[in-house]
T-cell receptor, first 113, second 114 residues
């Protein structure tokens, strides 16, 4: 079974802090994704990566950056957290193509005060 | 670009009723994929089905069935004899074959009442 883990289920940070959300997958998947989920808006893609050190912007990259130094790990970085980044963050991975089935982690609920 | 509409924001049914969740997509591609995911209250999205646009046969898996109608760009999901454990948010997501990521709909929240 594919296992995608996220470093925290719940996180509370203060405005202006630098925040790291970590995601690890154990199935040697090429692609990894970061989404945020907000009520009424569904899942919106922030960034994705199709290879180590490669990244692409999704639909809402503003205010975020990512890092993929190793194949199994994909980090989402909030350089200076703001209250409008309070959300549920979901990480996913897929095998080869971006159209392959994505497997999701449990999510991190981030609150920025 | 792919677009997807899940017109039903919330549905509430009584246990054992059948329920259909609608999904309408837009695409200019001739080859594409369609997905359904379930998000139970625990929060983790669970993969349900992936369908290739060339395969128009309907799919049945236990109480779940999917009706793919290419002519109307719809990929509807039916749960037969619903159960409380089916209560979740369900997402439909198309993906173009040109190696672009899935586009998720806004989801339909299904509540099954005992």
């Amino acid at each position: 079974d594919v296992k995608v883990t996220q470093s925290s289920r719940y996180l509370v940070k203060r405005t202006g802090e630098k925040v790291f959300l970590e995601c690890v997958q154990d199935m040697d998947h090429e692609n990894m994704f970061w989404y945020r989920q907000d009520p009424g808006l569904g899942l919106r893609l922030i960034y994705f990566s199709y290879d180590v050190k490669m990244k692409e912007k999704g639909d809402i990259p503003e205010g975020y950056s990512v890092s993929r130094e190793k194949k199994e790990r994909f980090s989402l970085i909030l350089e200076s957290a703001s209250t409008n980044q309070t959300s549920m963050y979901l990480c996913a991975s897929s095998l080869d193509f971006l159209t392959d089935t994505q497997y999701f982690g449990p999510g991190t609920r981030l609150t920025v005060l | 670009a792919q677009k997807v509409t899940q017109a039903q924001t919330e549905i509430s049914v009584v246990e054992k009723e059948d329920v259909t969740l609608d999904c309408v997509y837009e695409t200019r591609d001739t080859t594409y994929y369609l997905f359904w995911y379930k998000q139970p209250p625990s929060g983790e999205l669970v993969f349900l089905i992936r369908r290739n646009s060339f395969d128009e046969q309907n799919e049945i898996s236990g109480r779940y069935s999917w009706n793919f109608q290419k002519s109307t760009s719809s990929f509807n999901f039916t749960i037969t004899a619903s159960q409380v454990v089916d209560s979740a948010v369900y997402f439909c997501a198309p993906a173009a074959s040109g190696n672009t990521p899935l586009v998720f709909g806004k989801g339909t929240r299904l509540s099954v009442i005992a």
